[in-house]
T-cell receptor
């Protein structure tokens, strides 16, 4: 069965410092991976996705993610954090084995960026 | 902005009542999805439509839940005889039909069952 793990419930970082939000996945074939962000009282906003090709994917708001097949990871990164980046971040993988049309989400990581 | 919209944004109901939520997808998207998100968890897939056809349903979707998309545009999700365990955020998403489509989410409907 497919699954996504986000090992950190919360990540704290100072404004201006680089940030990393971790994600590992388990799928039987080639993964389609996604990152979404959720602000309070708002739905999920798409940040970026990996389908194939370059392992470094660039997305919205200066975020990027690195796909690492050997470590089955897809960590979200940003070179310089902003206070406004504080939110809940979700990693997701597209389902397989007949469930191609659903996303399977991790439990989320709360990012807190301190001034 | 012509993103995904959901109505109502908040709903408080008493146990045993029926509730209905509406989702309007992005206009050119022919795929529509429903997810449920409980506190401290990521969204969980409930069901999915391609045009007006409901093609996949999760085991989470008990007999008390029904979803429709009658004309392949907006969708409704109805919960009959609500239970306190139904309290959650109900999210709708839409996408185009392709092999790698991105799902775009609405703001959600937060349901509280007393």
């Amino acid at each position: 069965a497919q699954s996504v793990a986000q090992p950190e419930d919360q990540v704290n970082v100072a404004e201006g410092n680089p940030l990393t939000v971790k994600c590992t996945y388990s799928v039987s074939g080639n993964p389609y991976l996604f990152w979404y962000v959720q602000y309070p009282n708002r739905g999920l906003q798409f940040l970026l996705k990996y389908i194939t090709g370059d392992n470094l994917v660039k997305g919205s708001y200066g975020f990027e993610a690195e796909f690492n097949k050997s470590q089955t990871s897809f960590h979200l990164k940003k070179p310089s954090a902003l206070v406004s980046d504080s939110a809940l971040y979700f990693c997701a993988v597209r389902g397989q084995d007949g469930g191609y049309n659903k996303l399977i989400f991790g439990a989320g990581t709360r990012l807190a960026v301190h001034p | 902005d012509t993103g995904v919209s959901q109505d109502p944004r908040h709903k408080i109901t008493k146990r045993g009542q029926n509730v209905t939520f509406r989702c309007d997808p992005i206009s050119e998207h022919n795929r529509l999805y429903w997810y449920r998100q409980t506190l401290g968890q990521g969204p969980e897939f409930l069901t999915y439509f391609q045009n007006e056809a409901q093609l996949e349903k999760s085991r989470l979707l008990s007999d008390r839940f029904s979803a429709e998309r009658p004309k392949g545009s907006f969708s409704t999700l109805e919960i009959q005889r609500t239970e306190q365990g139904d309290s959650a955020m109900y999210l709708c998403a839409s996408s185009t039909y392709s092999g790698t489509e991105t799902q775009y989410f609405g703001p959600g409907t937060r349901l509280l069952v007393l």
